[in-house]
């Protein structure tokens, strides 16, 4: 599965407020989901104090990179690492995914138009998807 070309345009466009507010709606993220879904918070036990910070700094390359994902390949690489070690499971992935798109709401506002948003989904859910097969194979190598 190949991203929209009017995704790419979209969240390239969106890329600056996004990673201008990106700790905003990291840190709203983990509100909304750690409320809505407490279970999740054991997957955080270990997490840095900062992990929201380093979510937003990957958020901001992932919509700056969005064209050119191969530049991503170490984060990616690292983040896979960071999956495994915890035990991210795919179904986590909707979880992090719906509450995501809740904070780009409730941070840009109105600058959150329902365009954006699908934008934003379809970028989220393809880098899962991506995620998801890099795991899937880590997982049935250990």
């Known amino acids: 599965m190949e991203l929209s070309e009017k995704t790419v345009g979209i969240v390239k466009a969106t ?3 996004v990673a201008q ?8 993220m983990y509100n909304i989901m750690f409320t ?11 997490a840095e104090p900062d992990q929201h910070k380093k979510l937003a700094a990957a958020v901001g390359a992932y919509a700056a990179n969005i064209d050119n994902l191969g530049v991503l390949d170490k984060a990616i690489e690292k983040i896979v690492n960071v999956h495994i070690r915890t035990k991210v499971q795919p179904e986590h992935y909707p979880i992090v995914g719906v509450s995501l798109l809740e904070a780009i709401k ?7 138009t329902p365009e954006v948003i699908d934008a934003w989904k379809e970028a989220y859910f393809f ?4 995620l998801i097969a890099k795991e899937k194979i880590e997982y049935a190598k250990a």
């Open 106 to 112: 409730k941070v840009l506002g109105e600058a959150a």
């Open 15 to 17: 890329a600056p407020v």
């Open 36 to 46: 809505n879904h407490p279970e999740i918070k054991a997957l955080f036990k270990d």
């Open 127 to 130: 880098l899962a998807d991506v």
């Open 21 to 28: 507010n990106a700790e905003a709606i990291t840190s709203t």
